[in-house]
């Protein structure tokens, strides 16, 4: 196994969601041929989201490994291959095609889908179906290396071809939401059966390392593609995961049962099934695991938290706390209304007290002026340029002469107090602010629609790259940029995979300061996400993505007894 990472800056790269540390992530690269690969290292530590987002964004290539995405966790017990695990959550799941999921949806796919690319519990990008990927010379194309051992639950083998169907359905599909994920790719070619080239437009493709480890990279059955199959409601065995549904009911109810035959990774699929439960109310979850209704959820609110921590030292359940990687915020039209005067959204700004908000939640959401603190990708000498400051706000909107705004939210979750703290703020400062309560499986979908001029959300999530936060929140769907012509060219120069992770950072260091100084994004805080498991279950401490309020459920086991 050659070891080559790339060279970390001075500070050493640091996770922004997970708990302070400080490792290192020491590497070395070299070039052979037409084509330079770099593997990076795995180790088992904290803070590195932000390494594996270096390592992809300078041509890394996958881990040698190939046999799962990590440690399944502890185990106190036998594992019961009989058991059946319960589970509740608050994300919609509105269906099940991999390539029009709904925000915060995704995660539920990944039992039934398997992905090119997965993510591990320490935010590390790391094989799927693709063993390892090298990056062209030139940039011009991304080259996967594929299993060969897996089959789609339908008989047709998974090969180079079934990724060529897949991506091209992603970005042709006139619904599809994973557009901007493949955006840079602009062809594929099957090299042979078990070798496929992503060819990239010059200078793009450093996100996709880590965008293919969404529904961008799930793959689907290329004849369930052609027979039709509906994927959104029934689609039966057109995936390759460790699971297939059984039953879907939107928003409502989702079970799986294991697959038949042996999957390819052993640590994955070792329940019987799993049954998932939406219920949006935080206490109700928590109470559903207490009582023994079900066997592991999530929580998010300051109480819940307080609760669980005390259950979880009791002795009674399962508890993992982590702070979110989400940034809790609010997201401004600035084309909308009186949004429009940047002195309207500057008083908005400054009226919006940090300390107040965490104090909603009883500390447990640590006040952020940042999207990717203490890593390269934020400018060190960078400094928030809208602090607290009601005197200055009220100043603001006297010259305007008054604003009228409306912000919207998702009712029964946890934006709902600071939604209704950031009004008082807002009116506090003279503006004439009104509460939008949206159900929260239609709040983010209008938001990019076009429907609110402001929201205050929990949706914001540096992605593990940086060229796919940019993708989604300023330029592609969240459109939150006025002025994509004057930023486009730098966050083009950002997503180059040729340049270095010190190059790239320099031009995300521009785009940051340009999404606080218009004030299209205001940051608040980073909440905090706990994850309660009855004694029997096995792998919740180390599920992914809960640190983005998301899961990834296929690793979890039961113990017998």
């Known amino acids: 196994m050659t070891i080559a990472p790339a060279r970390p800056p001075p500070n050493g790269p640091a996770a922004p969601g997970n708990p302070p540390g400080d490792p290192r992530s020491r590497s070395r690269s070299r070039a052979e041929g037409q084509e330079r690969t770099i593997v990076s290292r795995l180790p088992r530590r904290r803070r590195l989201a932000v390494a594996a987002s270096l390592l992809a964004a300078t041509l890394v290539v996958g881990a040698c490994s190939a046999t799962g995405t990590g440690d399944p966790g502890a185990t106190t017990g036998e594992i019961d291959p009989d058991a059946v695990l319960r589970v509740s959550a608050s994300s919609p799941f509105q269906n099940l095609d991999p390539a029009q999921p709904a925000p915060g949806g995704y995660p539920y796919l990944t039992l039934i889908y398997d992905r090119l690319t997965m993510v591990d519990s320490t935010d590390q990008v790391v094989p799927g179906l693709a063993k390892k990927w090298t990056y062209a010379q030139d940039g011009s194309y991304l080259e996967l290396a594929l299993r060969d051992d897996v089959k789609f639950h339908d008989g047709t083998p998974f090969d180079a071809n079934a990724v060529k169907v897949n991506i091209e359905r992603g970005q042709t599909l006139p619904t599809s939401t994973i557009k901007q994920d493949l955006a840079s790719i602009t062809g594929v070619t099957v090299v042979d059966a078990h070798t496929v080239r992503l060819n990239l437009k010059p200078g793009t493709g450093a996100v996709l390392p880590s965008a293919l480890a969404t529904a961008a990279g799930m793959m689907v059955s290329p004849k369930a593609i052609a027979d039709g199959v509906d994927l959104k409601r029934a689609p039966g065995k057109a995936g390759s995961g460790p699971y297939v549904v059984t039953e879907f009911i939107p928003n409502e109810k989702y079970v799986v049962k294991r697959a038949e035959g042996t999957y390819w990774d052993p640590n994955a699929g070792r329940l019987a099934g799993m049954e998932i439960t939406r219920v949006p109310e935080g206490a109700t979850r928590l109470n559903g695991v207490i009582s023994g209704q079900t066997d592991l959820s999530f929580v998010s609110s300051a109480n819940e938290i307080t ?18 990687r ?15 005067d940047k002195r309207v959204r500057e008083a908005i700004a400054r009226s919006v007290d940090p300390a107040a908000i965490r104090a909603l939640f009883a500390d447990t959401c640590t006040p952020t002026r940042s999207i990717y603190p203490d890593s390269p990708w934020e400018d060190p000498a960078a400094t928030y340029p809208y602090e607290f400051d009601l005197a200055k706000a009220k100043a603001l909107i006297s010259e305007v002469g008054g604003a009228k705004v409306s912000i919207s939210f998702s009712a029964g979750t946890n934006t709902e107090q600071p939604a209704t703290a950031i009004q008082a703020a ?20 209008r938001f990019i629609a076009g429907d609110f001029e402001l929201e205050v959300s929990n949706t914001f999530n540096p992605r593990l790259d940086p060229a796919g936060t940019v993708d989604n929140y300023l330029i592609g769907n969240y459109k939150l940029a006025t002025d994509p012509e004057v930023i486009g060219p730098i966050a083009a120069k950002a997503a180059d995979p040729r340049s270095s992770v010190e190059e790239r950072a320099k031009q995300y260091h521009q785009l940051w300061e340009r999404l606080f100084s218009e004030a299209w994004f205001i940051p608040i805080c980073n909440l905090t996400s706990a994850t309660i498991a009855s004694p029997k279950v096995v792998g919740a401490e180390q599920l992914p993505w809960t640190n983005l309020g998301l899961f990834d459920l296929r690793t979890v086991a039961m113990t017998k007894g």
């Open 307 to 324: 609760q669980a921590r005390q259950l979880g030292e009791d002795g009674q359940l399962k508890v993992t706390t982590r702070p979110f």
């Open 326 to 340: 989400n940034v809790l915020g609010i997201l401004l039209r600035a084309n909308m209304g009186d949004l429009k």
């Open 426 to 445: 807002m009116a506090q400062a003279g503006i004439d602010a009104k509460l939008n309560p949206t159900p929260n499986s239609e709040t983010e979908a």
